[in-house]
């Protein structure tokens, strides 16, 4: 098993920065990939970055230029959100790959509102 915790989120004003951290923890090891997922009210759950251990990145293009995802070890990413939009407003969930598993963190709230 493998448990994710996830941290930063918060109420920022249009424009503003936030940066998310998530740390996995228990069986860790092999292949991966860790990103971030968003979902906001009425819609459906979205990718927002993906890092693979080789340190390959994907961003959706509604975050391109604005966003940023980076990771100092295999257990920790971030997610450095600037140019924040009211759009962006969601709930942003951590999420783990390896070996043919999804791990998710609970989430965490963001806000984007003046």
């Known amino acids: 098993q493998v448990q994710l915790v996830e941290s930063g989120g918060g109420l920022v004003q249009p424009g503003g920065s936030l940066r998310l951290s998530c740390t996995a923890s228990?069986?860790?090891?092999?292949?991966?990939?860790m990103g971030w997922y968003r979902q906001a009210p009425g819609k459906q759950r979205e990718l927002v970055a993906t890092?693979?251990?080789?340190?390959?990145t994907n961003f959706a293009d509604s975050v391109k230029g604005r966003f940023t995802i980076f990771r100092d070890n295999a257990a920790t990413v971030y997610l450095q959100m600037n140019v924040l939009k009211p759009e962006d407003t969601a709930v942003y969930s951590c999420?783990?790959?390896?070996?043919?598993?999804?791990?998710w963190g609970p989430g965490t709230q963001v806000t984007v509102s003046s």
């Open positions: 228990g069986m860790i090891f092999g292949i991966y990939v």
């Open positions: 999420n783990r790959s390896q070996l043919g598993h999804d791990y």
């Open positions: 890092i693979s251990g080789y340190g390959n």
